[in-house]
């Protein structure tokens, strides 16, 4: 498995756009005293998804708050136009949508080419297929779980099918990317996420929504592991 970010798998990736906004650092702080080795930064542009969130401003501000590795998510239409921006915030991952790429070489090369790992995303209603040109060209795919735009959505239940056969595609051409998700992940369904083929699983409600943070990312990582386990037996 690919060891770009040195962080034992599987992953918990706590996303900002549940946290709360009035006390982003503790939250930021206390996410990471759980055992985070990721923090996710959605970005959403109200064009490509129905809704606005953040700029390159707010990845600035987590990076001046911690150093662990910041997980940027565009969920933007024309993301080259930003991803300078991005890199110069702070952000060690950039993850694009496929379906906002016309030339998603081009995009993926530029992304290296300013220091970044390179990651790519595809909605439930995109076939997987979509991605296999580039497979061998992304240190991430990012299989989302949930239509993008809102936080809070329940988990589609076919997703599941859609990570075994990305996993087995990853099998099948020796590929090292990892295999993330996005949306509704929570306590109740990370080991199966794990299970069919998860290495880093996104959660923002369950994690922000918690009166404990550090105790719920160290659930939520426990949970996966043991399903992360099971898939390797």
Excluded at 118 to 142: C, F, Q, W
């Amino acid at each position: 498995m690919n060891d770009l970010f040195k962080s034992p798998l599987p992953i918990i990736a706590p996303s900002i756009l549940a946290a709360d906004l009035r006390n982003l650092e503790r939250d930021v702080t206390q996410a990471v005293q759980g055992g985070a080795p990721w923090i996710h930064c959605d970005i959403m542009d109200g064009h490509f998804v129905p809704n606005i969130s953040f700029g390159p401003a707010m990845v600035k501000t987590v990076r001046s708050i911690t150093d662990t590795f910041l997980d940027v998510h565009l969920m933007i239409s024309e993301p080259d136009r930003y991803i300078d921006d991005f890199a110069r915030a702070g952000a060690n991952m950039i993850t694009v949508h496929i379906e906002t790429c016309n030339h998603i070489h081009r995009t993926l090369q530029q992304i290296r080419e300013h220091g970044c790992h390179t990651g790519v995303a595809v909605n439930p209603g995109t076939a997987l297929s979509s991605l296999r040109a580039i497979l061998h060209e992304v240190d991430m795919v990012l299989v989302m779980t949930v239509n993008p735009g809102f936080g809070g959505q329940k988990f589609i239940e076919y997703s599941y099918e859609r990570l075994r056969a990305m996993r087995l595609v990853r099998e099948e051409i020796q590929g090292s990317f990892y295999i993330q998700v996005d949306g509704g992940v929570s306590r109740d369904n990370a080991r199966d996420i794990a299970d069919a083929g998860a290495d880093v699983l996104v959660a923002g409600s369950s994690v922000f929504g918690s009166s404990d943070i550090p105790a719920e990312v160290e659930a939520l990582r426990n949970d996966a592991a043991s399903g992360y386990r099971s898939m390797y037996v």
